[in-house]
């Protein structure tokens, strides 16, 4: 069974620290992508980051210098720890799956909500 399962996310002030958690079951989290998307109220979903299996990342701009995305492929994991939040961080965060060899994330979680207060 395919399955994305976040958690971690909650309420912090601006300039503080959270870190999201993503479970994935083996059968999407071998040699995949992973990433974190996120979409704020009234707004688009936007890839935050991603994550090849070989542990190459890379970042949406808004992010860069502030968020770090990891894997550990031993326990099926990925993180992205989210450090200096800012109120315009404020979104549901979701993680997701890219199948090696295609262009589009197709496993999505639930989503885990994140709110920063200024």
């Known amino acids: 069974q395919v399955q994305l399962v976040e958690s971690g996310g909650g309420l912090v002030q601006a300039g503080g620290s959270l870190t999201l958690s993503c479970a994935a079951s083996a059968s999407i989290f071998s040699r995949n992508v992973m990433g974190w998307y996120r979409q704020a109220p009234g707004k688009q979903r936007e890839l935050v980051a991603g994550i090849t299996s070989g542990g190459n990342a890379n970042y949406a701009d808004s992010v860069k210098g502030r968020f770090t995305i990891s894997r550990d492929n031993a326990k099926n994991m990925v993180y992205l720890q989210m450090n200096t939040l800012k109120p315009e961080d404020t979104a549901v965060y979701y993680c997701?799956?890219?199948?090696?060899?295609?262009?589009?994330?197709?496993?999505w979680g639930q989503g885990t909500q994140v709110t920063v207060s200024s």
């Open positions: 997701a799956a890219k199948i090696r060899g295609t262009s589009d994330y197709s496993y």
